[in-house]
């Protein structure tokens, strides 16, 4: 599970890579459920396309990845349009001093851009030596309908990161 929440918060932290660095010298803020929720449902398709890249060839084609994780992959990214108003809060959090200049962009250029940065940053984020973890994290969790399965790792997430400087989540009343 540790290797889950590494792989989960290592992708979301690459994905903030320039905004987390300007948040690092901003005022302390933390992200709320529905903005971690946004942010993982966000990120996840991608994060699991890089998986899949990196690890089916490792995996061979029998292991789950390579059966069932584009399918996957496929349905967690119906959901990217729905939930982009939540994630976008969220990447605006971390937008130290650019966020001004952020809100003036239009929401497609600001998605544009957020996309762009998680294709260049996610692949060489997931490493060879952690593909089996996923394997066995990612399987026994793949009966579960996506919602749960997005919000069961966000809860992860949100647990998981609240003390990380990085990606600090806000605690539960």
Partial sequence: ????????????????????QAA????TSCLNRDEVHGLVAYV?????????TTCSPKLGPDSFL???GPKL???L???KNAIWPQARSAFFKFGGEHTAELAKLKDA?????VDDLMSQKL?????PSICGDVERILAPLEPLPTDNLVAFLSAIVSVAARKDPKLPTCPES
């Fill in 73 to 75: 992959a496929e349905t």
């Fill in 44 to 52: 996840l398709p991608d994060a699991l396309d890089a998986t899949l």
């Fill in 109 to 113: 250029t600001v998605r544009t851009m």
């Fill in 77 to 79: 990214r119906t959901g």
């Fill in 24 to 27: 690092q010298t901003a005022a």
């Fill in 1 to 20: 599970m540790r290797n889950a929440f590494k792989l989960t918060a290592g992708a979301l932290a690459l994905v903030s890579a320039a905004q987390l």
């Fill in 123 to 127: 692949a060489p984020a997931i490493k």
């Fill in 66 to 68: 390579a059966r069932r």
